[in-house]
C-alpha cells in the first residue's frame, strides 16, 4: 500500500483564497493591509523565498514592500528601517528574511519587530504567547504543517503522539509548541538524542524539520503514521540539481498513511500562512474583530 500524498499546494490554495476575500473585505472597510519583507545580502535561496513572498502578497491584493540591502550592511541601519516600519501605517507585517549576516545580531533584529506586525512570530512575545496557549501571530512553517495536519487527520487531534524531529526557533520548537496546544503527547529530537529512530517509530505523527537530505527513512516511521516533511534540500544527483526533503519519500511512502511531498508539501503553506498572518496583523492593529 502507498500513502496518500497531502497536496500542500491544494490545501494552500484554500488559505490563499480566504487571504484575498479578507484582504478585499479591509481594503473596503478603509484598512489596506502592507507586508514589509526584507533582504540583507545575495543569498540564493533567500532571494527565490523573498521574491515568492512579495509576489503572493500582490496575488492577494495585499500592499507588498521589498527592501533589499547588502550583506555589508550595519546592524544600526537595519534598525533604523525596521523603526520606520514600525511607525509606518500602510504597513501591518514586517518579515526580515533569515538567516542574516554575521555582523547583525538576529535576536536584536527579532526584538526590534513592534509584537503586532511580528508576521513570522519570532518575537519573544509572541513565541511566549504560543507557549502560554493565547493567542499570538505564529511562525508561518509550524502552523502551515498543523493545518496539512488538520485537513488529512481532522480537526481533533488530541491524544495522538506526535514527534518532531529538529528544535529550531523557526520551525521544531513552534511546532512541538503547536501540537501541545492541540492536546498531542510530544516528543522532540535532535542531533545528540540515540535513539531518535526507536522513538519516532512510536509515533503517530513526525514532523522532520532537520535540514538533511532523506535522513528519516523508513525505520523511522510507524506502519500508518502521518510524515510531514519540513525539509528543503538542494542535492545534485547525475549532474542534475533537484530538491528533497528530509524524509527518504521512497522508503517512507509504502509505510506511513499520508505524507507531503517536497517540493508541493509544506513550502506553499509556509507562505500561505503568511498571507493569513498579514490579514490578521491588519485586522488586529486596526481594531477589527
Ligand atoms: N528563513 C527560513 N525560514 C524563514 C521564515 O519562516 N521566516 C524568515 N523570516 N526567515 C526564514
Known amino acids: 500500500m502507498s500513502a496518500l500524498i497531502i497536496d500542500g499546494k491544494a490545501i494552500a490554495e484554500k488559505t490563499l483564497a480566504n487571504a484575498r476575500e479578507e484582504t478585499a473585505l479591509l ?31 500582490r496575488s492577494c491584493g495585499i500592499a507588498s514592500f521589498e527592501h533589499r540591502l547588502s550583506a555589508k550592511t550595519p546592524e544600526t541601519e537595519l534598525l533604523s528601517l525596521i523603526h520606520r516600519l514600525n511607525q509606518d501605517n500602510a504597513i501591518h507585517g514586517i518579515l526580515v528574511q533569515l538567516p542574516l549576516p554575521p555582523q547583525i545580531s538576529e535576536q536584536k533584529v527579532l526584538a526590534a519587530i513592534r509584537p503586532e506586525k511580528d508576521v513570522d512570530g519570532f518575537h519573544a512575545e509572541n513565541v511566549g504567547a504560543l507557549q502560554q496557549g ?49 492536546h498531542c503527547a510530544v516528543t522532540i529530537v535532535h542531533s545528540r538524542v540515540k535513539n531518535a529512530a526507536a522513538l519516532s517509530r512510536e509515533a503517530d505523527i513526525v514532523v522532520a524539520a ?78 477589527l474583530p
Not at 478603509?30 to 540583507?40: C, I, K, Q
Not at 488530541?158 to 518532531?164: C, D, E, F, L, T
Not at 542534475?240 to 509504502?254: A, M, Q
Request: hydrophobic share 45%; proline share 6%.
Open 134 to 182: 493565547r493567542q499570538a501571530l505564529t511562525p508561518c512553517t509550524p502552523l502551515g504543517c498543523l493545518l496539512l495536519l488538520k485537513e488529512t487527520l481532522g480537526q481533533d487531534l488530541s491524544g495522538k503522539h506526535a514527534i518532531v524531529i529538529g528544535r529550531s526557533n523557526i520551525v521544531g520548537k513552534p511546532m512541538a509548541a503547536l501540537l501541545l496546544r492541540e
Open 210 to 287: 532537520v535540514g538533511r537530505a532523506g535522513m528519516v527513512n523508513a525505520d523511522w516511521v510507524k506502519p500508518g503514521a502521518t510524515v510531514i516533511d519540513v525539509g528543503i534540500n538542494r542535492i545534485t544527483e547525475n549532474g542534475k540539481n533537484r530538491l528533497v526533503g528530509d524524509v527518504d519519500f521512497t522508503s517512507v511512502s509504502p509505510v506511513a498513511a499520508a505524507i507531503t511531498p517536497v517540493p508541493g508539501g509544506v513550502g506553499p503553506m509556509t507562505i500561505a500562512c503568511l498571507m493569513q498572518n498579514t490579514v490578521h496583523a491588519a485586522k488586529a492593529i486596526a481594531g
Open 27 to 57: 481594503i473596503k472597510a478603509g484598512v489596506h493591509p502592507g507586508l514589509a519583507v526584507v533582504l540583507v545580502g545575495e543569498d540564493p535561496a533567500s532571494q527565490v523565498y523573498v521574491k515568492n513572498k512579495v509576489e503572493k502578497a
